[in-house]
């Protein structure tokens, strides 16, 4: 049975951390794992399907390529399901992305057009996606470094649409949305406004790193690399997430330069502290 799903913020375990995490059982809400990591290690999955005894489990792929012109990988999908049957995870997710191109898994989670032709084939493969994973995929926004001049859709309309088509729910990944509005100079705050926020079932927090780009006029690019503690631009920006969305299980997404696991718990504590402060000021305002 499915256990319930938290409000609160939990922390990614890698593999660098797994056999600590076995050993001492560390307090942390809940965990979030990359199937791949474990589809071709038997030694991890034990471990992890002993921790999962004693954590409820997000299940994040990083391998399901739901935006792939070529189709899915049924075998990758078929493997995912059979971990998942066996963790049985609070919340299934992935990418607004494709990463495998006939075959070739890529390193890089490449974006899509916002197009009718991509409303199409995403829709299908989400469907395809629920279908045989037995459960709702949430599905998660991209960090974006340019924009498709043929795009004929915001991000946000593209994501509402692909909820009425599949019934799908929304993973918002909060720091992806400071990334992309930085880079591409939109406002983050009223992305947020449009998100279709009842289909927002998780959000995700990650650190990024800032690089000084050449040319005629020097910029910066925001580059989304998890390697850092997150931005205070990306908590004022998660605090106003909170007040629009409500408590919902928030993810700490840091995969590089990984630290102590305490350094994790401590960053989603302070999640939590944001995510009741901007509730106690709705409340305060609703007082008043
Ligand atoms: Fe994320």
Redesign the pocket.
């Known amino acids: 049975m499915t256990p319930r799903i938290p409000t609160t913020a939990g922390v990614g375990l890698r593999l660098q951390h797994l056999a600590e995490v076995a050993a001492t059982r560390p307090p942390a809400a809940w965990l979030e794992i990359h199937p791949e990591n474990f589809l071709a290690n038997p030694h991890a999955r034990e471990l992890l399907e002993d921790i999962a005894r004693d954590y409820p489990i997000s299940v994040?792929s990083v391998g399901v390529s739901v935006g792939s012109v070529g189709g899915l990988d049924r075998q990758h999908l078929g493997r995912v399901r059979g971990l998942i049957d066996r963790l049985d995870p609070i919340m299934v997710s992935g990418?607004l992305a494709w990463s495998t191109h006939e075959g070739d898994y890529l390193n890089d989670l490449l974006p899509l057009p916002y197009d009718a032709e991509s409303v199409a084939l995403l829709a299908d493969h989400i469907n395809e996606v629920q279908d045989a994973l037995g459960r709702p995929y949430h599905l998660?926004?991209p960090?974006s470094y340019l924009g498709f001049a043929h795009s004929t859709m915001t991000e946000t309309a593209f994501l509402t649409e692909l909820v009425r088509r599949t019934g799908c729910r929304l993973?918002c990944?909060v720091?992806?949305i400071h990334v992309s509005a930085q880079n591409l100079g939109y406002d983050a705050f009223r992305y947020i406004d449009e998100f279709p926020a009842e289909a927002v079932g998780e959000m995700?927090?990650?650190g990024f790193v800032v690089e000084d780009e050449d040319g005629p006029e020097p910029t910066q690019v925001l580059i989304?690399t998890?390697s850092r503690p997150i931005d205070e631009n990306a908590w004022d920006l998660y605090a106003y997430a909170v007040r629009r969305f409500g408590p919902k299980p928030t993810?700490i997404?840091w995969d590089n330069d990984l630290p102590a696991f305490a350094t994790l718990t401590d960053e989603a504590r302070r999640a939590d502290r944001v995510a009741a402060e901007a509730l106690g000021s709705v409340r305060h305002a609703v007082a008043v």
Request: aromatic residues 0%.
């Open positions: 994040h990418h998660e926004n960090s993973l990944d720091s992806n995700h927090l990650g989304d998890h993810l997404e």
